[in-house]
């Protein structure tokens, strides 16, 4: 009897870990890093923004903490813009307005987790050349609700004075939630003293993806008559999920589903590649500017796939023909009723010719582009401080900026404040820290200064006291982290490290005209 | 953490159920509830009791109530039994040489004779069709001879000969000798050439064979032929001029009767009467009256169609119809056809006679199954005007209740601003439509109405665009050149809705009421069966969601 339930409690405990780790991979990845890193060359994220830049030292990470970094993005929901409460009031205020406000333009929720299992970084060829590699795991996350959809509540369908022209655009629905390893190794080289390049391959596996995404969805109500119309199309690719979607909708797999779940964990259902190349030019010993790309490539899903695909289609919705129903009569109103709708969703099923197949696709990284400069007013100060100013763009998101203000503090610490906006989330000012804490490099880096102002949110339950309160940042559209700890190779060096050296040194000539004797 | 928390913290936010809620949603959801097209054609369907076709004068729909006056062969064809007796006396010439012929020696003589008499109704007849019948003929001779007789009718044929009996009397020394011989004049033909009545010819042809015995003076032969159940198929020749069938027809028409003319009233109603003939003799009609009833007053209906009504023409060969169709219309009748149906009669009395070849015409024929059906139809045009026709329903129901359940919580009457349903019509009828609703108590009383008549917002659909300079004697008078599109809202507010609930409406009386354009003035409008009638309902629900805890 014990045996029987000790062996339930751990098959609960298998799935429940087993969700858990579903859950966690569920939170698929793309490239996330902290835009403050970019001009901390002390940190060795720092390679991941600027690819052509030498780091400042050789490094090993110490497994699973070398790098970590998690990045919200919250364009949806901020509760505490909602309300307000003065000093003298008992409870808050939910004011309507803000919400409706609040859900203009895009509305996205997105995370987004990247953890360095293992990383290494070494010079070569006396600081000319720098190698390093690593492998990493993204998870990503993200839900799109189109501001027409969240609004629904407050305009209806139907409100001629809040919907111009009386369209509901639901194009920018969409969940998207993808895993996958990057076995990664870059090399840098400084190739004179004015250029230098980076290039960085991937191997990536894939592990898990699900997306779902509509195009030209829309519901437009006549202004005249209120006909409805819909169109649109949609899509769902998924590979890696089916055991997944079983074990949460069931709470229970087979063995055999739990050793699938294992083994596409370890060897993925899918792989692909993808490529960053870098390029830095400086044009004064004090000024330099870099341009990079990040993450050209994309992942063939070839197992456990399921895809279901529409047709595009527009349905007309414009009641019910009385003078083609047959036997219509008030009494049996309810049964002509049903069997219209039941006619209705024949017709849009045969017109949405919705379609099931597991024929393997392929999905892109994400890729994106970055230009960046910075300008060193006075390098001959032992600070050496330095303004940077960078400007990002990520496939399908806004424009992203960042300024700089760098600054060494000694050979121990180097820092980086910020201030820019990031995938269109608005402002923030952010910093970066690396500290050279004897052998070890310890990286941190913010992106947003707007996490740091929270508020709290107590539910006064009149039948019992008052429960925990629930804190949330009050209004952060973004929040990047990044941390990491690194071995830092020849930390016992007591020499100021050399400065990097061109591929061609420069060689005395001769100070003769004469020509040479051999 | 709490430490870094409570650092950050830059405010606290107390919640609860009751917490208040600033502004409000105003959403509004709209939907097409549903959506019909009738045309004239389908309403009428609808009134299976009832005939509709299309007026051939017009195109226009029209009513037609079909009953049939008479469908009887016009004049019975006789029936025959004639005979004829004929002696043949030998005078004292004659006596003495069949004495002196030698025995064994034979002597011939022929003679003809005709057979005639009247067929009533017929002036002159020129043949006779005869379906069935006997012709028989009985000799008795006192002549001691052997004798052979042969009687040959030669206008009277059987299968395309003429008819022909003969007769053996042989002499054994007894007297009288008698012999009789009989033939089926079943499918025999009688040609008589326009003979005053009936006149068959007969060509005798006696043999006597001499026995060598005496032959008496004054010995005779006596014939008698008859022609018995003889039963005319056809009769050809000229037919007199007489009052024949009597006709007596009255036809209920319980739709005028509840007639209300002033709310309907039909321009161009006529009576359509259809004969059809298949005898060869014209046919006139007697009649002895034509009138609507009640059960109180008879009217009779004068005028040039019923007095001046046609001859039904004669159909021209055998197995043919001729029609002969007559109208009887506001035209031709005193009073006329409209004034006389909005009397509200409750029946339709027509009688009179039938009277044969009224001009004395030629070449009639008559078989047995010659017949003359006449058929009447009351024809209905709907070309006039209508006003007032008022139809109304009561649907029994919690209302208050209902309008309660309507909104499910936490929503109420508080968060919907208005409830808006939309009609659109577009109308090709010729004739508009008002609506009212009217709200009842448990009594039946009306406690409150949606909206007043007189306001601009009540509801009403305008009957289609007539072109009004379509001179009235054209046929497209009245008719629907354009429909007419109106879209009309009824609004039920929250103020009125919750007036509702206060009321305890236990049901709602709805009042339907047509009317054609300026009925008032007379003016008329034609139906046409293609004319659409195109109803869209929609509804639109306002709210005004405020949340209050």
């Known amino acids: 009897m014990c045996n029987n339930l000790g062996a339930m409690k751990r098959r609960q405990l298998h799935s429940i870990a087993l969700m858990l780790c579903a859950i966690w991979h569920g939170l698929q990845a793309q490239a996330q890093q902290a835009h403050s890193l970019t001009f901390n060359d002390y940190a060795p994220q720092h390679l991941d923004l600027q690819l052509a830049s030498q780091p400042q030292s050789g490094f090993f990470a110490f497994p699973g903490i070398g790098n970590a970094s998690v990045a919200f993005s919250n364009s949806m929901l901020h509760p505490a813009t909602w ?177 699938q779940i294992k083994d596409e964990l370890l060897t993925g259902v899918g792989n692909g590649f993808a490529i960053d190349l870098g390029v830095e030019y400086r044009i004064h010993p004090s000024w330099m500017a870099f341009a990079q790309i990040n993450d050209v490539g994309g992942i063939q899903w070839k197992e456990d ?163 925990m309160p629930v804190y949330l940042p009050t209004n952060a559209p973004s929040i990047q982290v990044q941390l990491g700890v690194v071995w830092r190779m020849g930390w016992m060096s007591k020499s100021a490290s050399p400065p990097p050296k061109p591929e061609c040194e420069p060689f005395a000539l001769p100070s003769s005209t004469s020509s040479p004797q051999f | 953490m709490t430490v870094i928390l409570s650092g950050c913290l830059e405010q606290r936010f107390e919640l609860a159920e009751e917490m208040p809620v600033s502004g409000e949603a105003n959403p509004a959801f709209a939907l097409a509830l549903a959506s019909g097209s009738w045309t004239v054609q389908d309403a009428l369907d609808q009134l299976e009791s009832l005939d509709w076709e299309s007026d051939p004068v017009s195109g226009s729909a029209m009513f037609v109530q079909p009953f049939e006056l008479l469908a009887a062969a016009p004049f019975e064809l006789p029936l025959i039994n004639e005979s004829l007796s004929e002696v043949f006396q030998l005078d004292a010439t004659m006596a003495q040489a069949l004495s002196n012929l030698p025995e064994g020696e034979q002597f011939d003589i022929g003679f003809e004779t005709t057979w005639e008499w009247e067929l009533p109704s017929m002036d002159s007849v020129d043949s006779l069709w005869v379906e069935q019948g006997m012709l028989s003929v009985f000799v008795s001779s006192d002549i001691p001879m052997d004798q052979t007789i042969q009687v040959m009718c030669t206008n009277l044929y059987a299968e395309g000969s003429p008819i022909v009996l003969e007769l053996d009397l042989d002499y054994t020394g007894q007297l009288p000798l008698q012999q009789t011989a009989i033939v089926s004049t079943t499918d025999a033909r009688g040609l008589f050439g326009n003979s005053a009545g009936v006149e068959v010819l007969f060509d005798w042809d006696i043999v006597f064979e001499s026995s060598g015995a005496f032959v008496e003076k004054d010995a005779n032969i006596s014939i008698e032929v008859n022609w018995e159940e003889v039963m005319v198929s056809g009769a050809f020749g000229k037919f007199g001029s007489q009052t024949t069938v009597d006709f007596d027809v009255a036809q209920p028409l319980p739709l005028l009767a509840e007639w209300n003319p002033d709310q309907l009233h039909f321009a161009d109603p006529r009576i359509r009467l259809s004969a059809l003939n298949s005898s060869g003799i014209p046919i006139g009609i007697q009649w002895e009256q034509f009138a609507f009833i009640s059960d109180e007053e008879t009217w009779d209906i004068g005028g040039p169609d019923i007095e001046s009504f046609p001859t039904i023409s004669a159909a021209t060969s055998v197995g043919a119809w001729e029609e002969t169709v007559h109208v009887i219309d506001n035209s031709g009748t005193t009073p006329t056809l409209t004034e006389a149906m909005e009397l509200q009669p409750d029946s339709a009395i027509i009688s009179g006679q039938l009277v044969l070849n009224p001009a004395n015409e030629n070449s009639n024929f008559l078989t047995n199954e010659s017949t003359l059906q006449i058929q009447a139809a009351l024809e209905v045009p709907l070309v006039g005007w209508g006003r007032g026709l008022t139809w109304k329903d009561t649907i029994a129901g919690a209302i208050s209740q209902d309008l309660n359940a309507g909104i499910n919580p936490p929503l109420d009457w508080q968060d919907v601003a208005s409830v808006t349903l939309r009609f659109i019509a577009n109308n090709g009828w010729p004739i508009g439509l008002d609506m009212q609703a009217r709200f009842l108590d448990s009594n039946d009383a009306v406690v409150d109405s949606l909206y007043s008549v007189s306001d601009p917002g009540a509801f009403h659909i305008a009957a289609g665009q007539i072109d009004e300079s379509t001179p009235s004697n054209d046929s497209s008078y009245g008719r629907v050149v354009q429909s007419t599109q109106t879209i009309m809202d009824l609004i039920l507010t929250r103020e009125q809705a919750l007036e509702l609930l206060s009321m305890d409406c236990q049901g709602v009386e709805i009042a339907l009421t047509l009317a054609t354009q300026a009925a008032q003035d007379d003016a008329q409008v034609r139906f046409f069966f293609e004319d659409e009638f195109d109803l869209k309902l929609s509804a639109r629900v306002e709210c005004a969601i405020t949340l209050e805890p």
């Open chain 1, 83 to 259: 309300l307000t409460q003065s000093s003298n009031e008992d409870l808050a205020t939910l004011n309507l307005d803000e919400v409706y406000s609040a859900w203009d333009g895009s509305n996205r929720l997105a995370a987004d987790v990247q953890v360095d299992w293992f990383q290494f970084g070494k010079f070569f060829k006396g600081k000319r050349s720098f190698v390093h590699g690593g492998i990493r795991e993204f998870a990503h996350i993200s839900i799109a609700l189109p501001s027409d959809l969240l609004r629904l509540p407050f305009t209806g369908n139907a409100n001629s004075e809040l919907l111009e022209g009386g369209s509901l655009d639901f194009s920018d629905l969409g969940f998207k939630t993808e895993q996958r390893r990057s076995f990664y190794l870059g090399w840098q080289r400084n190739w004179s003293e004015k250029w230098s390049t980076g290039i960085r391959l991937n191997y990536l596996r894939g592990i898990r993806h699900a997306q779902f995404s509509v195009q030209n969805v829309g519901w437009q109500t006549d202004a005249s008559n209120w006909d409805w119309s819909f169109s649109g199309e949609g899509m769902i690719q998924s590979s890696g999920m089916w055991p997944l979607v079983q074990l949460i909708d069931s709470g229970n797999v087979t063995d055999a589903q739990v050793q």
């Open chain 1, 305 to 467: 796939v399921k895809n279901y695909t529409t047709q595009p289609t527009s349905v007309a919705f414009a009641g019910l023909e009385l003078s083609v129903a047959e036997d219509w009569a008030m009494g049996e109103a309810e049964d002509s009723l049903a069997t219209w709708g039941s006619a209705i969703a024949e017709d849009l099923e045969e017109d949405l010719a919705l379609s099931e197949n597991s024929i393997s696709y392929r999905t892109g990284t994400g890729a994106s582009w970055s230009v960046g400069t910075e300008f060193i007013p006075w390098p001959d100060v032992r600070w050496k401080p330095s303004l940077g100013m960078m400007l990002r763009k990520r496939q399908g998101l806004p424009l992203s900026w960042r300024t700089s203000w760098n600054q060494q503090w000694g050979k121990w610490m180097k820092t980086s404040l910020t201030f820019g906006v990031r995938d269109g989330l608005g402002s923030s000012a952010g910093m970066s820290v690396a500290l050279n804490a004897g052998p070890l490099l310890i990286t941190v880096a913010a992106d947003s200064h707007r996490m740091l102002n929270w508020t709290a949110f107590s539910w006064q339950d009149g039948a019992t006291a008052e429960r």
